[in-house]
């Protein structure tokens, strides 16, 4: 399948081919042709599946094709479309695909969020633009304001709808749908599907089709796991112990709270690893200073909480590893999914601590494998209690959850290589 297959017109295609894309991910395969036939789309997938592009890409096309026939008038631009979607970073990100994808058509975007100052974003809304991007608490601030009216919307794309409930957005996404036009093209993407979802997804959509990308997918063919059995207090220097054993480029580390990931940053400078923690204390231009420099190789470890994780868009990320394990089981796919991307395959490595063993079996539940455990390192928690199920064997000792003879050493094998193939081409492209 290419992107001529899905009658993707010439400037976009060019524009595809500029960014390097050969083949569409299977949610653009899927997702394309509903929406150029102009319906309704419930996508169920996660970031890192090529969601983006799959719809951007038909959002962009009925726009330019609406702009030829008759040709756009010189005048005012009025807002077609809109997408919401919970994190700045992600709004960035999705601003930054609508940009590359439309550079040889007329259509202009622009990208609205919380937490800098209004001007810039109040000027380029002045100016004009087609497609608009925003954060929901912004955009209903400006459009109370008066500067942004969503009278013409053609298509709107809720993104992320999951976290958007999880972040508490829910009265917002109800107020903005009340200010758009019924008659419209509408796209709702969730990574889980939960029953609240559901039902949100049923007062946005009208006539619709779906299509679900499994994130069991993602993880079982893409992402190469394991876990490290370890204490809560060694947690810090089994992380040193595999950076400096296995030095990498490009690791993203997951901290359960703000204060963890701060506190993992010391202790990795005090080691002289190039390392900077983004979360939701950090100032947007500190955010977007740091990604800059995890982007461009000047910062080799970027620890990161869940919610300022979500835009994070790197290619060929090395390792994720789960410093702490989510107690959310879609969480940990949602993290794994950040190394793996695209055509690229991945690592994650987790740590897990006496705590965690029941999160450890709920994420083995709904990925529907073992993850294999390593157990040689110098750090092993050796749990005493009597119960069956939180016993594990010292090291040293072949664990009966996971009797994969020899997984270990070919999983060190495949780290090694993919480690050398990131030194050796150090070069990550921007999504
Ligand atoms: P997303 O799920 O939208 O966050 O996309 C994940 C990553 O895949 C981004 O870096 C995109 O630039 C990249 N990507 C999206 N579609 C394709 C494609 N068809 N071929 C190659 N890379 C892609």
């Not at 949100?200 to 779906?210: E, R, V």
Request: charged share 25%; proline share 5%.
């Amino acid at each position: 399948m290419t992107f001529e297959d899905l009658r993707i017109v010439p400037p976009i295609l060019k524009a595809l081919k500029a960014q390097g894309y050969t083949s569409p991910t299977p949610i653009q395969a899927q997702s394309i042709p509903i929406l150029l036939r102009g319906k309704d789309l419930l996508g169920c997938a996660q970031t890192g599946t090529g969601k983006t592009a799959a719809f951007s890409i038909p959002v962009l096309q009925n726009i330019y094709l609406d702009q030829q026939n008759p040709p756009r008038k010189k005048g005012f631009r009025k807002i077609k479309a809109l997408i919401v979607t919970p994190t700045r970073e992600l709004a960035i990100q999705i601003g930054e695909n609508f940009t590359a994808y439309a550079r040889y058509t007329h259509i202009k975007n622009t990208v609205i969020f919380g937490g800098v100052k209004q001007g810039n974003q109040t000027q380029a809304l002045k100016k004009g633009v087609d497609v608009l991007v925003a954060t929901p608490g912004r955009l209903l601030d400006l459009m109370q304001q008066g500067f942004i009216s969503l009278k013409h919307i053609e298509y709107f794309v809720l993104d992320e709808a999951d976290h958007m409930l999880d972040m508490g957005f829910i009265h917002d996404i109800r107020k903005i749908i009340a200010k758009i036009p019924e008659k419209r093209q509408s796209l709702f993407f969730s990574a889980t599907m939960p029953p609240a979802i559901v039902n949100l997804s049923q007062k946005i959509l009208g006539d619709y089709d779906s299509v679900t990308i499994k994130p069991e997918q993602a993880t079982a063919e893409r992402v190469e796991q394991a876990v490290y059995f370890v204490s809560k207090s060694d947690k810090r220097k089994l992380l040193l112990h595999l950076l400096q054993s296995e030095p990498a480029q490009s690791v993203l580390v997951f901290s359960r709270t703000k204060f963890g990931a701060d506190k993992i940053v010391r202790w990795l400078k005090k080691s002289d690893i190039k390392s900077a923690a983004i979360h939701g204390n950090k100032s947007q231009g500190a955010r977007q200073r740091t990604l800059k420099e995890f982007k461009s190789g000047k910062i080799d470890v970027l620890v990161a909480t869940d919610i300022a994780a979500r835009g994070i868009d790197v290619d060929e990320l090395s390792l994720v590893i789960n410093y702490d394990l989510p107690n959310v089981s879609e969480t940990y796919v949602h993290r794994i999914g950040r190394t793996g991307r695209a055509s690229a395959s991945g690592i994650a490595l987790s740590f897990c601590d006496k705590d965690e063993r029941t999160y450890l079996r709920d994420i083995e539940k709904l990925i529907k494998q073992d993850i294999n455990v390593i157990e040689e390192h110098p750090y092993v928690e050796v749990v005493t209690d009597a119960s069956p199920k939180k016993t594990h064997k010292p090291q040293g000792a072949r664990s009966n959850r996971n009797k994969r003879s020899g997984s270990n050493k070919n999983f060190k094998h495949k780290k090694r290589n993919n480690y050398k193939k990131h030194r050796s081409s150090p070069s990550r492209k921007k999504g």
